[in-house]
């Protein structure tokens, strides 16, 4: 699939809490994250970032920038509780990446009065990647959206992310067709 002039393709995942929640490699923790360092951590993210709009949004805005742009259009399209976002350390204490796992806001996607889940964004630092970091961000993300009683998340990475959906894969998320987005949102057209 060729995407449109302005537009890149984003390869669909779907988790449903019937499947159990994969578990996080024990070599990882997880803690809450603060404020600062997680703009800090997204921008040094969406610059190595394979996501065209990240790229894009890094481009205009510089990694600082893009980070506070992305985290600002969270809210009118997600709910969350500041502990579901967190920074996952090393067994020496190292921060190594971060998980904000979010609910769609929107009452159309609730079922059976259980919201629908999703994974606003999640990065290993770039410094720590090719260490098997992004399976146990995925896990966290999936058990913290489990506990918190979704009737599923539905998650999407850019074509170009292997990483990313070897991970999908590997924890039982479903593939579902791919699909284009504007790189730049809202779009022009």
Not at 43 to 70: E, I, K
Not at 154 to 163: L, Q, R, Y
């Amino acid at each position: 699939m060729t995407p449109r002039p302005g537009y890149f393709i984003k390869i669909p995942f779907i988790w449903r809490p019937a499947c159990p929640a994969p578990a996080a490699p024990a070599r990882v923790r997880f803690r809450p994250l603060e404020r600062a360092w997680l703009e800090d951590a997204l921008g040094q993210v969406m610059a190595a970032s394979p996501d065209p709009s990240d790229a894009h949004s890094v481009q205009q805005l510089g990694p600082r920038g893009a980070a506070l742009d992305l985290l600002a259009s969270a809210q009118p399209y997600f709910e969350f509780l500041p502990e579901w976002w967190q920074c996952a350390e090393d067994d020496s204490g190292a921060p190594v990446g971060f998980v904000l796992p979010v609910v769609f806001a929107d009452a159309a996607r609730t079922r059976d009065g259980l919201r629908e889940g999703t994974i606003f964004h999640m990065g290993v630092l770039p410094a720590q990647r090719g260490k098997g970091h992004g399976h146990a961000l995925l896990a966290q993300a999936t058990r913290t959206l489990c506990d918190v009683g979704v009737w599923r998340i539905f998650c999407d990475t850019a074509e170009g992310n292997a990483p990313m959906i070897a991970a999908f894969r590997a924890a039982g998320y479903v593939e579902h067709e791919p699909w284009e987005r504007p790189i730049v949102w809202p779009p022009a057209d």
